[in-house]
């Protein structure tokens, strides 16, 4: 009878192989880790209309305009304890989801043609309230933060005609008078009678912008001296809005030439 020393292996190849499996099971379990081929479900990748992170959110939506921080950026900023201490959240929840018509801002909502759901712009909002923390270091009341009652119009030439007293006396130090800008190294700087930049503002954010200034700029607030006579008062309710209307009037080419002459 021939010897087949392959077939009297055989035993000891099955037992071997046997041992190798058994050592790898127990070695997995040792270690806690999944089986291979099977994913582990904290590495699916999440939904972006599961994404409930305000930081994600913010990064994704907001940062290419108001800032990856919230500041800095060309649009107003959100990193602003003022800000976030006078805004209503119903208010910012209304503007994230349906944005300001007639001005970059879109809106978000997906019912309004965004891409979010209702919660993460509540999450949006209340996150803005909430990030950055809110202060009003002033001590007295407020300024009224929502314009005309939320009507963004234009009101009537004698508010415009106020209007340019008050901004004579907050506003004129550094955009100089009716708006026109200063002269700084041959160049005008700061010109705020610009018909194309008062085309993309709504007048609810120029009002915004006058009372919590541009922290991020160096622009003060409605209630702060810098750049102002040394006996200068805050502006009230009634200054902020004639100062609106002045502003808005000057959206016309017509009106921004009679606002250059002395």
């Not at 409930?52 to 913010?58: Q, R, S, V």
């Not at 305009?65 to 976030?84: E, R, V, W």
């Not at 502003?247 to 017509?254: D, E, I, K, Q």
């Amino acid at each position: 009878m021939i010897h087949d020393p392959f077939t009297s292996r055989r035993p000891f190849l099955a037992a071997s192989r046997l041992g190798e499996m058994l050592a790898a099971m127990l070695m997995a379990i040792a270690i806690g880790c999944n089986p291979p081929g099977k994913p582990n479900p904290a590495d699916r990748p999440v939904m972006p209309d599961q994404i409930l992170d305000f930081g994600e959110l913010f990064a994704t939506n907001c940062a290419g305009c108001h800032g990856a921080t919230g500041k800095m950026g060309p649009a107003p900023p959100l990193n602003d304890p003022l800000f976030a201490a006078i805004v209503p959240g119903e208010e910012l929840q209304r503007v994230i989801r349906s944005g300001r018509a007639g001005t970059p801002m879109p809106a978000f909502a997906r019912k309004n043609g965004g891409s979010l759901t209702d919660a993460q712009v509540i999450v949006l909002a209340e996150g803005i309230k909430s990030h950055w923390k809110a202060g009003w270091p002033l001590g007295d009341t407020p300024p009224a933060y929502a314009f005309n009652n939320g009507t963004e119009t234009q009101t009537a030439s004698d508010s415009r005609g106020r209007g340019a007293q008050a901004f004579e006396r907050a506003c004129a130090g550094c955009h100089g008078p009716g708006g026109a800008g200063i002269e700084k190294g041959g160049t005008i700087r700061l010109a705020i009678n610009d018909p194309s930049f008062l085309a993309l503002i709504s007048d609810q954010a120029l009002r915004r912008i006058i009372i919590t200034g541009r922290p991020d700029l160096g622009m003060p607030t409605y209630a702060e001296d810098n750049g102002r006579p040394n006996n200068f008062q805050p502006l009230t309710t009634a200054e902020i809005d004639d100062i609106v209307a002045l502003l808005a009037s000057w959206r016309t080419a017509g009106n921004v030439a009679r606002a250059k002459q002395p």
